[in-house]
């Protein structure tokens, strides 16, 4: 008799992406079990996968199926668990976690204690310090990949909040499959629903730890998770979740070819001294202008965060609404102008 159904679901996206991580680094061919006993020296060493493991349903099912699937593949597989000290005895929790790993066959295991700062709010900040840390760790053990246990669910939720944002389609296009330096963040359950996870773990009789973060009305994420999704849920049907997952990919490739054609258009809205045209801008679609006109300013120092949607708006308008307005500033003390026809955006 073959695996649960939920444990085929996660076990076959992680094979996959296991695949994946091996083809993108080449030295690294996929081996058959029992091929490494015959490893040569010459052979580069067999790849490392550590698991991003919070001790939550997601990242214990992803755990296990990494831990059962590595080993097929001659992959070498590991765990990370951060503690954020956000909780007494949050530090006993992350032992428990490593225990858990280390109990599933992963090696080398490690729990990595962090300082949560304030800047963006406890949310961001947390992430900012968990991310930190998983690059440390994924340097420090010199690991092809890190997966991460991001399921369809919070794909949706992500998507909502960039809806909410209202700051384009790349803010709709959610989390990538495949993101940080050099692709080394996986998440092999975008397409999986968060139920499928946690019922793998329950049939595999892995205890998971509920965070209670993730319960907390005080986080956004949390009010959309409990309130929002299941309301939306109870007026559109139960596809939304999927839909909003859909709409999250189809967002991402649109806005990746909307950048790449900005990039190339870039250059031919520039003059001999590298200013850019006016007239030449104003013939641009305005999804292509506004791209220009951000990386324009981010180029000449406004920090991407602090650079919204209507910042570039009133930039756009000394292109297409121009009644000689004065200059416009922007974040990071970036100040835009019309001179002469051409946009000059310099900080000062
Ligand atoms: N404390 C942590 N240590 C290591 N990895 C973490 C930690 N918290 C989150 N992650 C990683 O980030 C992913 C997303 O975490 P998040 O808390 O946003 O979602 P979640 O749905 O609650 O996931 P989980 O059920 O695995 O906790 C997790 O699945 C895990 O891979």
Known sequence: MGPHPAVAAIRLAVRRVLHDILNDHQGFPAQPAGAREDRTAERPPSPLVLVACSGGADSMALASALAFEAPKLGVRAGGVTVDHGLQPGSDLRADEVVLRLRGLGLDPVESVAVTVGRAGGPEAAARDARYAALDAAAERHGAAAVLLGHTRDDQAETVLLGLARGSGIRSLSGMAAVSGAGGRYRRPFLQLDRQTARKACMVQSLPVWDDPHNADPAYTRSRLRHEGLPALEKALGKGVVEALARTAQLSRDDADALDAWARQAEASVRDAAGLLECAKLYALPPAVRRRILRRAA???????????????????????????????????????????????????
């Open 298 to 348: 981010i180029e000449a120092g406004a920090p991407a965060g602090a650079l919204f949607a209507r910042h570039i708006e009133e930039v756009d308008r000394l292109i297409t609404g121009w009644r000689g307005q004065g200059a416009i500033n922007l974040p990071g003390k970036v100040v835009a102008q019309r001179q002469g026809g051409r946009l000059v955006i310099r900080q000062g």
